[in-house]
C-alpha cells in the first residue's frame, strides 16, 4: 500500500508559489525553491490588507509587545519599512519620538505585522524591501521603487565622537530633516539648578540626541556642572535652553548643532555640517551660523536594530552633582 504524505497549508502556498521556477525540457526538469521570494509575497500580501493608522503615542501604547516588521507611510506613499527584534510598540516609539522633533510635513502613518519567533530570524524586512526594489517578481505589476527612508541613515542611532567632524552625506536623512532647534519645551524643570542635572534633563527629554563631555574622564566638566543655572518657568525652544547652559558656563565651552543631534564640549571647533554653535564671550552668548556643508550623496548603512525597552544610544552618563 502506498504511503501519502501531508503537507501543511502554508508549505503548500510556498511551493504552489515556486511552480513558475520549474525549467522544463521534456525528459528532464529542473526544480527552483525560492522560499524568500514565497515569504516576501505573502509579507507584502499580508499588509496591503492592513489599514494604515497614525503614528502617534496613543496608538502605539495600546500595541501589544512583540517582534514583527512595519512599514511607515508619508501622505499614504511608504517611505520605509522595518523590524523590531524584540518589541514593535518600542521600535515605532523611538521612530515617532525621532520625527517628533524634525521639520515633517505631512502625515505619519504604518502598518505592521507580528511574526513567530523563527520567521523574525530570517530578516523578514530585506524580503519586504528586495520585493519593493524588484529583486523579487511582482506579481501584482506594481513597478519597482526605492523607499525613501531606507539606507538613509534613518533608522541609525547615534555615529559617535569620532564623526562628529565628518561632512553628512547630502541625502542623509539628518541632511534632509535636521533638528528642530526652535522646538518648544515645557518640560524643564524652573528652578535654580546644577548646570549637570539640566544637561541630563535635556538628554532624557529631547526627542534627539545630546551628548556631552563626560565628567569621568574630564576634571574640568565635573567642576563646571556642578555649577547654577537659573531655569525660568516659562515654556522655551531648545535653541533657548542649549544658550543657557552655555551661558552658565566659564569660556571655553562650545554648545553645538549637527544636523542630528546635538553636542557640547570645552573647545573651538567648526564643524562642516553644522547648522550653528553656541559659545559664551564674556557675558553674551554668541550664536554662529554652521557652514551647513554636506558630502555627496551615497548609499548608507542601515544598523542592526536595537529595540530594548528604555535604551537610548547617547554614550553619557548620570551626573553626580
Known amino acids: 500500500m502506498a504511503s501519502t504524505v501531508e503537507v501543511s497549508p502554508w508549505l503548500g502556498a510556498v511551493l504552489a508559489s515556486t511552480l513558475p521556477h520549474v525549467s522544463n525540457t521534456n525528459h528532464h526538469a529542473e526544480f527552483k525553491l525560492s522560499i524568500t521570494k ?61 520625527l517628533s522633533g524634525r521639520p515633517i510635513t505631512g502625515e505619519v502613518s504604518f502598518v505592521c505585522l507580528y511574526l513567530e519567533e523563527d520567521l523574525e530570524a530570517s530578516a523578514p524586512e530585506k524580503m519586504l524591501l528586495g520585493k519593493y526594489e524588484g529583486k523579487y517578481e511582482r506579481a501584482d505589476g506594481e513597478p519597482a521603487q526605492k523607499l525613501p527612508w531606507n539606507n538613509n541613515g534613518f533608522g541609525n542611532n547615534d555615529p559617535g565622537r569620532r564623526r562628529d567632524t565628518s561632512e553628512v552625506a547630502a541625502n542623509h536623512f539628518d541632511a534632509l530633516y535636521p533638528v528642530n532647534l526652535d522646538l518648544t519645551i515645557d518640560w524643564l524643570t524652573a528652578g535654580v539648578r546644577p548646570v549637570g542635572k539640566v544637561l541630563t534633563e535635556l538628554k532624557d527629554n529631547l526627542p534627539y540626541n545630546l551628548r556631552f563631555e563626560q565628567p569621568k574622564n574630564s576634571t574640568r566638566a565635573r567642576h563646571d556642572y556642578k555649577l547654577n543655572v537659573e531655569v525660568p518657568s516659562h515654556p522655551m525652544t531648545v535653541r533657548a535652553a542649549l544658550q543657557l547652559v552655555v551661558g552658565a558656563l566659564p569660556e571655553g565651552w562650545q554648545g553645538t548643532a549637527l544636523p542630528g543631534y546635538l553636542i557640547l564640549y570645552y573647545e573651538n571647533t567648526s564643524y562642516n555640517s553644522a547648522q550653528c554653535w553656541w559659545r559664551r564671550s564674556g557675558s553674551e552668548v554668541i550664536e554662529t551660523p554652521g557652514p551647513a ?29
Open 38 to 98: 514565497a515569504l516576501a509575497d505573502q509579507l507584502s500580501a499580508a499588509l496591503k490588507k492592513l489599514t494604515p493608522a497614525p503614528l502617534t503615542a496613543e496608538v502605539i501604547d495600546v500595541l501589544p509587545k512583540g517582534p514583527g516588521v512595519y512599514q511607515l507611510y508619508l501622505d499614504g506613499q511608504p517611505v520605509y519599512v522595518g523590524k523590531a527584534s524584540k518589541s514593535l510598540p518600542t521600535r515605532l516609539r523611538k521612530h515617532y519620538r525621532k
Open 293 to 321: 556643508l554636506f558630502a555627496p550623496a551615497t548609499d548608507i548603512v542601515e544598523e542592526p536594530d536595537e529595540d530594548d525597552e528604555g535604551s537610548r544610544d547617547n554614550g553619557n552618563e548620570e551626573i553626580e552633582t
